[in-house]
T-cell receptor, first 113, second 112 residues
Framework: GEDVEQSLFLSVREGDSSVINCTYTDSSSTYLYWYKQEPGAGLQLLTYIFSNMDMKQDQRLTVLLNKKDKHLSLRIADTQTGDSAIYFCAERPGSDAGNMLTFGGGTRLMVKP | SQTIHQWPATLVQPVGSPLSLECTVEGTSNPNLYWYRQAAGRGLQLLFYSVGIGQISSEVPQNLSASRPQDRQFILSSKKLLLSDSGFYLC???????????FGQGTRLTVV
């Protein structure tokens, strides 16, 4: 089955850039997503990228996709304390499995003032 | 605009008691609906999904069941809760098979 892996923790200083990495195994993935979960809250969709794109930029967020290596990253420029949260990578398979997302375990981003 | 409501936000239930978590979506019709569970310190696991009224697919065998009595209502249930049912339950919806999912605020269930 599909597998999505993320590192557990990332700590950065306020104002620095954060890079959260994700690897996946399903070569037929169509869309890849980044969600943000703040403490005790649901998941908020941050951004997504279609599998035929290499990069997508949205304000402070940059998503890079290396389809050959099945590697996805989320870069947050000028990281703020409000960016502290758990970030989940998710992929949608290209099979007939339907619209089910496979999530990584989440990366906890801690921003130090 | 579309919104998704999930309640209650927190719930503490004794082992062996029943469970009913409700999720409703507003502002759209015939959405795909999902129940995910997030166990402590772990990622999200898809439990159930539904593409229409009365249509439920289960992803993992478990003590829980789901129902979709109305187009925009999705209910997660259990007849007898187990300690291992504790976790953070998230409802989500999407327009169709090729769009992103939007999540509710979640229900933190603690079985004691």
């Amino acid at each position: 089955g599909e597998d999505v892996e993320q590192s557990l923790f990332l700590s950065v200083r306020e104002g620095d850039s954060s890079v959260i990495n994700c690897t996946y195994t399903d070569s037929s993935s169509t869309y890849l997503y980044w969600y943000k979960q703040e403490p005790g809250a649901g998941l908020q969709l941050l951004t997504y990228i279609f599998s035929n794109m290499d990069m997508k930029q949205d304000q402070r967020l940059t998503v890079l996709l290396n389809k050959k290596d099945k590697h996805l990253s989320l870069r947050i420029a000028d990281t703020q304390t409000g960016d502290s949260a758990i970030y989940f990578c998710a992929e949608r398979p290209g099979s007939d499995a339907g619209n089910m997302l496979t999530f990584g375990g989440g990366t906890r981003l801690m921003v130090k003032p | 605009s579309q919104t998704i409501h999930q309640w209650p936000a927190t719930l503490v239930q004794p082992v062996g008691s029943p469970l009913s978590l409700e999720c409703t979506v507003e502002g759209t019709s015939n959405p795909n609906l999902y129940w995910y569970r997030q166990a402590a310190g772990r990622g999200l696991q898809l439990l159930f999904y539904s593409v229409g009224i009365g249509q439920i697919s289960s992803e993992v065998p478990q003590n829980l069941s789901a129902s979709r009595p109305q187009d925009r209502q999705f209910i997660l249930s259990s007849k007898k809760l187990l300690l291992s049912d504790s976790g953070f339950y998230l409802c989500a919806w999407s327009r169709d098979m090729n769009t992103e999912a939007f999540f509710g605020q979640g229900t933190r269930l603690t079985v004691v």
